[in-house]
């Protein structure tokens, strides 16, 4: 058996108001897995994907994420680790407008040291893979949704993270679009990425990931794995 990249253990997290986000959450998720994090509006999916990509501390219980104790890293350690560790994919996108798509896709192995000629390289294969390498010159304004979700997966991926997040990939797309990314999502773990995709979106989930875990008041109600 593949050994865990992701392990919370009973974690609490609570804010100034209202009940707590998460109550004694305990989630695994092992190397190679496409695990689906579902629930409705104010569930706890955020506050679980922000523990888990450093964002965020527990109140209680512990994260280790690829053998990091997250819950224990400074300011600086947690940007370090979400250098190394994470790549992460947003709703809208969050690419930089005033770059082009392969200076998008090159910023983190930049902020990471790497020189710039290997990062470009790197970021050339991964946009030729994704299918976007006619864009590399192009500015994510004059993208469709899809073709700027697929250049923030290919940012994701530059420092070949361990671990993809995915926080409601297709929520700003249309249904080809979304369809489309839940492909690239389901063919990259096909390939041996591990990924996270946290949505509410059930038919996403079934369609690019093999487990779904829900969450329902901040607690793990069911852990299902299906053939996909």
């Known amino acids: 058996m ?16 209202g009940p707590p986000a998460l109550q004694a959450a305990s989630v695994t998720v092992r190397a190679g897995e496409a695990v689906a994090i579902l629930g409705p509006s104010g569930s706890g999916k955020s506050t679980l994907l922000n523990l888990i990509a450093g964002l965020d501390r527990p109140d209680s219980g512990t994260v280790t994420v690829n053998g990091v ?27 930089l407008d005033d770059l082009t798509v392969a200076d998008n896709v090159m ?51 530059m420092n070949r993270p361990p671990l993809l997040l ?6 700003a797309l249309d249904q080809a679009a979304g369809e489309d990314v839940a492909r690239l999502l389901r063919d990259l773990n096909d390939e041996g990425q591990t990924v996270v995709v946290v949505t509410h979106d059930l038919r996403l989930a ?23």
């Open 2 to 17: 593949t050994s865990p990249v992701i392990e919370l253990r009973d974690v609490g997290r609570a804010y100034d108001e």
């Open 69 to 95: 104790r997250v819950d224990r890293l400074g300011e600086a350690g947690a940007a370090r680790y979400r250098r190394e560790s994470i790549g992460m994919v947003f709703q809208f996108f969050n690419l």
């Open 107 to 157: 910023l983190p192995a930049q902020l990471a040291g790497m020189p710039r000629a290997a990062a470009r390289r790197r970021a050339g294969d991964l946009l030729e893979t994704l299918g976007i390498a006619r864009h590399a010159r192009a500015y994510p304004g004059r993208l469709s949704g899809g073709q700027r979700q697929r250049v923030a997966v290919a940012r994701a991926l």
């Open 166 to 171: 995915a926080d409601e990939p297709t929520g």
């Open 206 to 228: 079934e369609s690019c990931t093999s487990r779904t875990i829900e969450l329902v008041d901040g607690r793990v109600v069911a852990d299902v794995a299906a053939a996909r």
